[in-house]
């Protein structure tokens, strides 16, 4: 009994360190500054779900995490979403009818961006980008092309990103404003 808590305890810290590396990755300001995602909460979402499918392709496709860890990874991000909705002063009787419609979302996201990554044809990456956060409000001049670049860039890194750092939570990320700025300097 106390190796299946163990193993938990494992799983939970593992989901959370993958959460935590998500949802950093998605508060980039390149993604809301320069490439026209519009920094709202339906933008921020749909940020936060492309971070969130790369993370979850990568824990299908390893045998050295435990098929559990995703699983706790989209409980995190349920969790993470109601008290969001809840600090946004959704009324308690519709968080959780607002958290299935998202989970429904993130679903949807996972077969449309997945699908779209594992064809390897950019087209179809740009337009589920397009169809995904083009019809959001305030919308302004959406750079597809550089977060087309940026999605295919981060699924190969963290695809080819060593079992160890991805139970330790450490993901190979890109940095988004590398394309067209260059690489950029340390935090000193």
Excluded at 97 to 102: F, L, P, S, T
Excluded at 136 to 157: G, H
Aim: glycine residues 8%.
């Amino acid at each position: 009994m106390l190796t299946w808590l163990k193993q938990r305890g494992d799983q939970r810290r593992t989901a959370r360190a993958l959460y935590g590396s998500i949802v950093t990755q998605a508060r980039d300001p390149e993604f809301y500054a320069n490439w026209g995602v519009p920094d709202t909460a339906e933008g921020r979402f749909e940020v936060l779900a492309m971070h969130h499918v790369l993370v979850l392709r990568r824990l299908e496709g390893s045998d050295a995490v435990d098929t559990r860890v995703a699983r706790v990874l989209n409980e995190i991000f349920v969790v993470d979403l109601d008290d969001a909705l809840r600090e946004l002063a959704v009324g308690d009787l519709a968080v959780p009818r607002q958290v299935k419609r998202a989970v429904a979302v993130l679903h949807e996201r996972h077969v449309l961006y997945g699908g779209a990554l594992e064809d390897g044809e950019d087209r179809r990456l740009a337009d589920a980008i397009s169809a995904r956060l083009g019809t959001l409000k305030n919308v302004r001049d959406l750079d597809t092309v550089a977060i087309c670049a940026y999605l295919r860039k981060a699924a190969r890194n963290i695809d080819q990103a060593d079992d160890t750092a991805l139970i330790a939570g450490r993901l190979p990320w890109p940095e988004p404003g590398e394309k067209r700025h260059g690489p950029r300097a340390a935090a000193g």
